[in-house]
């Protein structure tokens, strides 16, 4: 702009040169006029030197202080009739050198270890949560225990209660156990950290069954998530009443909710797949008759399919919770049981 400017205003006048560069005149007179310097700041006669705040520095970082806070350090001095300066005044000196961090020497939360659990069959891993649906009025809740297994995500045992308790739980898995034949050393059980989960009677009780426990690791819910994503289909069915009645209507209701999921959803997750069928091991069959089907089509009008013969998956061959990356040793579930 100042280039043309100073072409365009001894030809035209600046009026005109403003009006053809499309600026207003008192952009070009403010740009004619010089900057000023812009004024510094006197420092106050009460500050530190520099070699004062490099000394101090040294001092909270010296093997005596360098894990004790400023605070910790400014009574210590005192007591030794030494004055620093203020504990602000410490904090402000360890900001400036990136050093605004945790000081004190104190025990860390143990690192929890994330849970990899793979199943490549039917009753190798099962998921367990509880999760609240509304009872009669406001605040008063029902608690629906429900347990899956991840391979075919088939809902293995349920009950419905008012109270989280261990032992509703052992009632399920004993019941499950029995119905699907579990033997001591085939299953690992996983659920979250809540009381029920981690209570005395429920890891007594999978000792006498020989079910390895595995839980998630603290405020993670990813590390359950096919119990997480269970009850979101369950709970948003279109279905789901606002309340329940009574605890008998809502276990009629999840009855009826549950036996759907198992012989009527089809699961994304496993090839669009009934959880009943896959559990039970008639998968395959399924997968070739619906193949067949795609052939017909596709031999019908092959013009429709510019990819070629469409193609139906089988459900994964296995199943992770928490797949790991490369060079991770994975524990399996049956070796799990022994340790």
């Known amino acids: 702009m100042s280039a043309a400017m100073a072409i365009l205003v001894p030809l035209v006048g600046v009026v005109a040169a403003c009006a053809a560069l499309g600026i207003s005149r008192a952009t070009f007179y403010r740009a004619k006029r010089p900057v000023p310097p812009t004024a510094t700041r006197a420092r106050p006669a009460r500050s530190l030197t520099e070699e004062e705040r490099a000394n101090i520095l040294a001092i909270l970082n010296s093997v005596r202080f360098s894990d004790k806070a400023p605070a910790q350090v400014y009574a210590a001095l005192l007591d030794e009739k030494w004055f620093l300066c ?14 605004s961090r945790e000081r004190r020497n104190q025990r860390r939360h143990p690192p929890h270890v994330t849970p990899q659990l793979v199943a490549r069959a039917p009753n190798q891993v099962w998921v367990w949560d509880i999760t609240k649906v509304p009872g009669p009025e406001r605040g008063v809740y029902f608690c629906l225990y429900v347990a899956l297994d991840i391979f075919s995500r088939a809902v293995v045992g349920w009950t419905i209660a008012t109270t989280e308790s261990a032992e509703l739980w052992r009632d399920v898995v004993e019941q499950a156990c029995t119905r699907h034949g579990i033997q001591s050393g085939q299953l690992t059980i996983h659920a979250d950290r809540g009381s029920p989960m981690t209570a005395k009677s429920t890891a007594l009780l999978y000792a006498d069954l020989g079910i390895a426990a595995s839980h998630s690791r603290p405020r993670v819910s990813n590390d359950n998530a096919f119990a997480e994503t269970a009850f979101k289909t369950l709970k948003y069915r279109p279905e789901m009443p606002l309340r329940f009645g009574s605890l008998e209507d809502a276990r009629a209701f999840f009855s009826k909710l549950l036996t759907w999921y198992n012989e009527q959803h089809f699961h ?18 399924i997968v070739a008759a619906r193949q067949r089907v795609l052939d017909a089509a596709y031999q019908a009008h092959p013009e429709r399919f510019p990819n070629g013969v469409p193609v139906h998956h089988l459900p994964p061959a296995e199943v992770w919770i928490n797949q790991p990356t490369a060079n991770t040793v994975v524990i399996e579930p049956a070796e799990a049981a022994a340790l």
């Open 268 to 285: 994304s997750g496993i090839a669009l797949l009934t959880p009943a069928d896959v559990h039970a091991g008639t998968a395959p069959a």
């Open 86 to 99: 203020s504990i602000r005044t410490m904090y402000r000196i360890l900001s400036a050198a990136g050093q």
